[in-house]
């Protein structure tokens, strides 16, 4: 083993022990090369006549770059968009994302968290967890309402084990009590990896209150019977919290409630900020202890530096811009407005009787999503014979369940949305 990666290793086991027994094989094997990045960082500070260290080409002191690319971007400085961003990112948006996240979730005042690394948006987030922390067939422990692109981040590409609990209870809650049976259930293996989605999904549900200060006590009951948790929040659309539930992530709540939990931030700009395609992330850690924190990131960016070296520069340049812009809030704000009226107005036409005999509804209050459970017909059938005829387009989910993005529907066509899911339910039902 690398005696880079040795070192981390041993500043893990001096301050909190319970995370290196955490870590994965891999996890235990990455480190940050001080290779040509390092010495191109030590270069760019010192450098004052000539830095022949990295990769990239240059004309008069400026990136060197192509007019016919540049027209469509010339209100950016070069530098600001055609060198290698740091492995890590920028650190100005770094930095401003951390305040971002501090102001929007105030259980985080006083505890301590790494600075946010930036990744190529939530997807190379979520891997860079499973390569740090999952052998196979360790257990992954989530809701049976899930992203389907978990089981080839965490299943596929890492061996995990997949051990899913009902999303809700008999109350229509999050069952927490399923998450803490799931949990124990694999405590003769010692470790789990958690991962929680707020707002979820598929379903668009975040807890309340209540239901928050369950799940953190469960975890912590846990902890207290001797396993090791990597509690995950995936927080892709965090901020878009409409009625009823916690307004800030779980991550806040969990983080250093207990010295076996590693509370982990999966976040990013894509659909908090409405940039999908721009593939910006982060991912924060958080431990009472420095060493740790660093031992973390060193190894995150030896991930990084493996895999996709750095990412995009452009689109931290055009978020970090964004972030410092005085009128985002306000835009950001409106958007907010559109897609709340959007679910409310979801909300009040699927109280209507006419639907009771097609299907359920799941509860929900935040994101992007709405579940159907279907009564007496399969979602497949209906996904196809929705698309076959009549041109509308939703998820199936399993063998009843199907998912409806209101995000991508106006709020005047919502009624005709559900009108044509429930004539073709019709159909199906003769």
């Not at 199936?396 to 995000?407: E, H, I, M, T």
């Amino acid at each position: 083993m690398n005696e880079i990666a040795q070192g981390l290793n041993r500043e893990i086991l001096q301050d909190n022990p319970h995370i290196y027994e955490l870590l994965s094989e891999l996890g235990r094997k990455l480190y940050y090369p001080k290779g040509i990045l390092t010495q191109s960082a030590e270069a760019k500070q010192k450098a004052h006549r000539f830095n022949a260290t990295i990769g990239i080409a240059t004309e008069q002191d400026q990136p060197m770059y192509l007019p016919v690319i540049h027209k469509s971007l010339a209100n950016h400085d070069p530098k600001d968009l055609y060198p290698y961003a740091p492995p890590a990112g920028k650190p100005e948006l770094r930095q401003l994302w951390r305040e971002k996240m501090i102001h929007d979730n105030p259980s985080l005042k006083g505890k301590s968290i790494s600075n946010p690394i930036v990744t190529n948006a939530l997807t190379h987030g979520l891997s860079i967890v499973a390569d740090l922390f999952i052998n196979e067939n360790d257990p992954l422990v989530l809701p049976d309402k899930l992203w389907g692109n978990y089981n080839f981040i965490f299943g596929v590409r890492s061996g995990a084990k997949n051990v899913t609990f009902p999303f809700y209870n008999e109350e229509w809650a999050f069952n927490t009590s399923g998450m803490k049976e799931a949990i124990l259930s694999q405590q003769a293996h010692g470790k789990a990896i958690v991962l929680l989605n707020f707002p979820n999904n598929p379903t668009g549900y975040t807890p309340n209150e209540q239901e928050a200060t369950d799940i953190v006590e469960a975890l912590r009951e846990v902890a207290e019977q001797g396993m090791n948790l990597v509690v995950v929040a995936d927080d892709a659309y965090f901020g878009l919290f409409f009625e009823n539930s916690i307004k800030e992530s779980l991550f806040a709540r969990i983080a250093n409630i207990h010295p076996r939990i590693l509370a982990i931030k999966v976040d990013g700009a894509t659909k908090e900020d409405y940039v999908w395609g721009f593939r910006v992330g982060f991912i924060t850690y958080a431990s009472e202890h420095p060493a740790v924190i660093n031992a973390l990131e060193k190894k995150t960016l030896g991930i990084i530096r493996g895999t996709i070296s750095s990412a995009s520069h452009p689109s931290q340049t055009f978020i970090l811009n964004a972030l410092q812009s005085p009128d985002f809030q306000t835009q950001k704000q409106e958007k907010f407005d559109v897609l709340k009226k959007r679910a409310c107005t979801v909300k009040q036409i699927l109280e209507q009787e006419k639907y009771r005999d097609a299907w359920d509804v799941y509860p929900f209050n935040s994101g992007y999503f709405m579940c159907l459970k279907l009564k007496g017909v399969q979602g497949e059938d209906l996904r196809n014979h929705l698309l076959d005829h009549y041109g509308v387009g939703i998820i199936s989910l399993g063998d009843n369940d199907v998912r409806v993005a209101f995000s991508c529907v106006e709020e005047q066509e919502i009624a005709l949305l559900f009108d044509l899911i429930y004539q073709g339910f019709k159909d199906l039902s003769v």
